[in-house]
Every structure is written in C-alpha cells, then in structure tokens.
C-alpha cells in the first residue's frame, strides 16, 4: 500500500450565498481519498460510517481504486453529519451543526495490506484516533501528514498536541495556525507550531493560497488560482491534502523542492473542489484537465525580471 488515508467520512449539510445543498456526502477522508486517486494507483481508507451511507459513494471509491477494507459500516448507527454556511466573502463559514453520531466512539482498525504504508495522511478527525492509527503501524511510514481544525482545539486540545509530535506535517489554515500558536504573525505562528513537533507546516489561507514553512525557517507560497466562479468552498482544504500527500507518494520524493511542486498539485485539486457543490467535481476528472489545471499554475506565476543593480 503506497497511501493510507484516515478521515471522516460523512454527510453535510452547505449553505452558501448561491444556494444550499441539502443533505450530501462529504467528510475529510472521501475529499481527501478522491483528491489523491488521481495521483496514486493503490490507496485505502480507514474511517466508519452508519448504514445510511450510500452504498454508490463505496462503489465510487472502488472505481477510482480506493480500497475500502478499512471503512467500518455500523448496522444501525448514524454517520457523522456537519453542516456548514458561508458568509458572503465565501472565506469564512459558521459550523451550525456537528454531530459526531459513529465518529463518538470509533475505534479504527487499520487492516494488515495497509500496515506498511509508506505515506499516511491523517484528515480531520478525533486527534484520539489519529493517534490510535500511527500506534498500529509496525514500521514509521516515510511521511504522515496531518490535518485539523479548531473544533479538535477547542475540545482536545492535549491530544492534539500529542499527535503532532509524531507528524512531519501539519497542514491549518490561517485562523486556527493562530488559535494553536497564540501568535497573530503566521511567521511567529510558524515558527511555534514547529517547535510542537512537526518539520513543516502548511497554512492554508482559502482564496489567498498557501505557505509551507520549514525548520530551517524557509519559506514557500503558492497562490489560489483566481476563479471567475466559487460554488461552494467545503473540502478545499481535504482536496488540497489529498493533491499534496497523493503527489508526495506518487514521486516518492519528499525533499523541499518536491514539496512546493505538491503545493502546487494540492492547490490545483482545492480549485477544482470549489467549483461544484460537495465531492461532484472530483468525481469525474480526466488527467489531461489536472495537467491543464496545474499549467494555469505555472502561467499565473512565471514572470522574467532582471534586478535593478544587475
Ligand atoms: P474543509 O472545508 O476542508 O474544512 O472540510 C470540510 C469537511 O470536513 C466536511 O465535509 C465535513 O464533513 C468535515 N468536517 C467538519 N467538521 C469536522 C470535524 N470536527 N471532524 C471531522 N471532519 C469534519
């Protein structure tokens, strides 16, 4: 196993100034897992879901190659439910409703085809069971990546702190890099959420792009690419994760410079995401749009200049 992937996977509930989504499929892990399928040939996923999880969403994962040995289904039991509603700027977002329902007492198994992973990406989820998930792996895998959010800061804070001794990278966004540094300058932020464990980090900073800092203090940015329409920004972030450890995993490569370029590849599968409500744009990708999507990349940034005193 090249990938594994741990994350909610989930129902939510999207409300945006263009309209609302009512109840579709959504959670970290299915951004991440779909993001990543189109850079990995073998990935599985560990999470848990009640059975009212649509059984087409399963078949989808396996037609994109997802293995799902490890995405327990509780008889009887409620998937985990967020809804959300944006704010006109489309950057910010209240959470209105989360309801952890399987989420509260999961307990995951990674399965023994998964154990010698050698890139695990750690979506948004209990900091509890990220953990429980890198304690089953007999061997480190070569880089684990992990993703969170304020809610786990408000709620599991020591856990959390925990976990990220054990990652190589965190990826936040601006706000929460905040809240989880007590810092308001992202350099000073950087600088203290390094010392808590991780060698990099990435913010997240929505249409404004990304920055990936480093230990040794080095510094990268990627910008957004600038999108005539943004329908509904839920899951830019997993999409984004999903692109960079997907890239990661399929070069194998995981020195500073690959690392921008699957910046780069995260940032292009995150403006895909935007473009349609929930997962439905990263459905159906062909390669030859994620390639076309990266050189609007390379064109948006490439510019030739001569220094003044040269
Ligand atoms: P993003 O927009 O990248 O922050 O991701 C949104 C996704 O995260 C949604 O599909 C939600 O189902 C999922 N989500 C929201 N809150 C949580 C949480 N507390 N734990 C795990 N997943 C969550």
């Known amino acids: 196993m090249s990938l594994l992937v741990v994350g909610s996977v ?4 999207i409300e945006t100034p263009f309209g609302k ?11 991440i897992a ?9 990935l599985g996923i560990v999470s848990v879901v009640g059975d009212d999880f649509p059984k087409e969403m399963i078949d989808l994962m396996h037609q994109k190659n997802i293995e799902t040995d490890g995405l327990q289904v509780k008889e009887g039991e409620k998937s985990f439910f967020w809804a959300g509603r944006y704010h006109n700027d489309m950057n910010s977002r209240d959470t209105l409703v989360t ?7 999961f ?8 154990k010698n992973c050698e890139f695990l990406m750690l979506g948004n989820l209990t900091p509890a ?5 890198i304690e089953q792996l007999p061997n480190r895998p070569k880089m684990v990546v992990l993703d969170t959010m304020n809610f786990w800061m408000d709620i599991a804070l020591d856990e959390l702190k925990a976990v990220l001794k054990k990652v190589d990278v965190l990826t936040i966004n601006d706000e929460e890099a905040r809240q989880l540094s007590g810092e308001y300058s992202l350099v000073k932020a950087a600088k203290k959420i390094i010392e808590m464990g991780p060698r990099f980090l990435v913010i997240k900073k929505g ?7 480093n230990a040794d203090k080095e510094v990268f940015f990627a910008p957004a690419l600038p999108l005539e329409e943004v329908f509904d920004p839920t899951g830019a972030g997993d999409s984004f994760a999903g692109g960079f450890i997907g890239y990661l995993a399929h070069t194998k490569d995981i020195s500073f410079d690959n690392m921008k370029r699957a910046i780069i590849f995260g940032s292009a599968m995150a403006s895909f995401c935007v473009e349609k409500f929930g997962t439905e744009k990263l459905q159906n990708l062909s390669q030859q749009e994620v390639d076309e999507r990266v050189q609007e990349f390379i064109d948006l940034v490439q510019f030739d200049i001569s220094l003044v005193n040269d």
């Open 10 to 13: 989930a129902f939510d509930d």
């Open 21 to 31: 989504s009512d109840k579709i499929v959504g959670g970290a892990g299915t951004y």
């Open 34 to 42: 779909l993001a990543a399928s189109y850079f990995t040939e073998k």
């Open 99 to 105: 309801e952890l329902n399987v989420l509260a007492d």
């Open 107 to 114: 307990d995951p198994v990674v399965p023994e085809s998964y």
């Open 129 to 133: 069971v990220q953990m429980r998930v």
């Open 207 to 213: 249409e404004h792009g990304a920055l990936l800092f």
